[in-house]
């Protein structure tokens, strides 16, 4: 049992399993704070409503993604030790930063976010929201910064040391603001609002199929679909082109995996679906002429670089790679359509209530939402491969020494059954979440002030 081999299957099992709830937190942060202000313009009831509802759920997702990523920060130190000495200047410094300016921010509120709708005032209880919105974003923001210094590493400089060769920060400002580091920070945000928006219409058209709290759930859905559809259209015209430039321009080869490019090539075509034969390097499918060209090299006569330009130990899975990509592409554009044809049904006669095949498309939208993100992140990881660090630390050098193959099998088996437990709760968990709706009671609870509040605890400290 290679312990190389067992550390990456450990920690894309644990990555990806933890992967699946901060899109949904930073997404789902953004619509309540929608859902406040909307309450705050209106005071019409529902969207409190609404309000107390989601944020239950917010709740109940912020704690599985906590849960799950603090184990991945664990791994680092266990399995991948000659990763973290060799990157830890510079690697560490910005997983601290996210710790102490955005995780604490974040949880400092939540427990003001969860438990004070009926204690503070409505304009309190919406800062509180906010301030944990801005904090899942900005925990992001660090997260995506450390691993975009991974892939395109800038302001730093190496050094001989008594334990070796050692990476340490020059430049904070080039450590943070990397080639990368805007298109993929924009890409991940736009991906999580798609996500959270994504979770509110596949409840709320579940509710509408079902005959059940009508009036919120077309509300909440008519308050979602806008985000989702501009952010469907944003991402993959503006955003995912971005990246895709971005890539070209610092990770050839990698543009070269998820397009099965193996000469170079001008007026490259791009590949909508299609299949990688890595054995007679031959690339079959749907092809759009040119547009590769077109989208990363800003010319239909641009010339991408293919495959064999590179030395075969730098090329990533091809066909892994390939298939993240394109599924993760394929979904995009399908989410444009589902966006514009569910907008123009809900604003035409609102003729969507009535469409029950386009409602359930909707109910599935979260899941293909979160499986797009997912293959957006492998195809961004996998691509970066063999490297961990980009042209500096492979990913074969970065495994802790000392740690035995049998070690990290009955680690991954022990994740396996974990997360497969916590999976099951979580869906438990929400599923009855859904089953029980929005709250009437919650609406029809006084809303105290804060000084109503401090004037309630006094008055019980004086009995």
């Known amino acids: 049992m290679d312990p190389e081999f067992l550390s990456r299957l450990k920690f894309v099992l644990t990555a990806s399993f933890h992967f699946i709830y901060p899109p949904l937190s930073i997404g789902l942060g953004l619509l309540l704070v929608v859902l406040g202000i909307l309450y705050l313009r209106t005071r019409d009831p529902k969207w409190r409503q609404l309000s107390f509802f989601w944020v239950k759920v917010y709740g109940l997702v912020f704690a599985v993604g906590v849960a799950t990523g603090i184990v991945m920060e664990f791994e680092f130190g266990t399995n991948w030790a000659d990763y973290s000495r060799f990157v830890g200047n510079i690697f560490g410094s910005l997983l601290a930063?996210?710790?102490?300016?955005?995780?604490?921010?974040?949880?400092?509120?939540?427990?003001?976010?969860?438990?004070?709708?009926?204690?503070?005032?409505?304009?309190?209880?919406?800062?509180?929201?906010?301030?944990?919105?801005?904090?899942?974003?900005?925990?992001?923001?660090?997260?995506?910064?450390?691993?975009s210094w991974m892939q395109t590493p800038a302001g730093y400089e190496l050094a001989q040391t008594p334990t070796g060769t050692l990476a340490f920060m020059t430049s904070f400002r080039e450590v943070i603001f990397t080639p990368s580091f805007i298109p993929r920070i924009l890409h991940t945000l736009a991906a999580s609002w798609m996500v959270g928006a994504a979770l509110v219409l596949s409840v709320s058209a579940f509710y509408v199929l079902k005959g059940r709290h009508l009036e919120s759930s077309k509300a909440a859905f008519k308050a979602a679909l806008p985000i989702f559809v501009v952010f469907s259209i944003v991402q993959l015209f503006l955003f995912g082109a971005e990246s895709a430039v971005t890539v070209t321009d610092n990770q050839p080869v990698k543009l070269a995996a998820m397009e099965g490019l193996w000469e170079d090539t001008a007026c490259a075509p791009m590949v909508l679906v299609g299949w990688v034969d890595t054995a007679n390097q031959r690339t079959v499918g749907i092809k759009i002429p040119c547009m590769l060209s077109l989208l990363a090299g800003g010319s239909p006569d641009a010339v991408i670089q293919g495959l064999n330009s590179f030395p075969p130990d730098t090329w990533p899975p091809v066909n892994l790679v390939f298939q993240s990509y394109h599924l993760m592409l394929a979904l995009g554009m399908s989410f444009v359509g589902l966006g514009l044809l569910g907008a123009l049904m809900a604003f035409w006669k609102q003729r969507i209530w009535q469409t029950r095949w386009l409602l359930w498309l909707f109910v599935a939208s979260v899941f293909l939402t979160e499986v797009a993100t997912m293959t957006g992140w492998w195809t961004a990881e996998f691509g970066r491969q063999p490297w961990i660090v980009w042209n500096l630390l492979r990913t074969a050098d970065a495994?802790?020494?000392?740690?035995?193959?049998?070690?990290?099998?009955?680690?991954?088996?022990?994740?396996?059954?974990?997360?497969?437990?916590?999976l099951a709760l979580f869906i438990f968990l929400l599923n009855e979440k859904i089953q029980h709706g929005p709250d009437r009671s919650d609406e029809e609870m006084p809303v105290k002030s804060l000084p109503d509040t401090f004037k309630d605890l006094f008055g019980r400290a004086r009995a």
């Open 97 to 147: 930063a996210e710790g102490i300016f955005a995780f604490f921010l974040e949880g400092g509120f939540l427990g003001l976010m969860l438990f004070g709708g009926n204690r503070l005032g409505p304009r309190l209880w919406l800062f509180a929201t906010v301030m944990v919105a801005f904090g899942a974003h900005f925990s992001a923001l660090w997260i995506v910064m450390a691993n």
């Open 399 to 422: 495994v802790s020494p000392n740690i035995t193959g049998g070690q990290v099998f009955a680690a991954v088996l022990m994740f396996v059954l974990l997360y497969a437990l916590l």
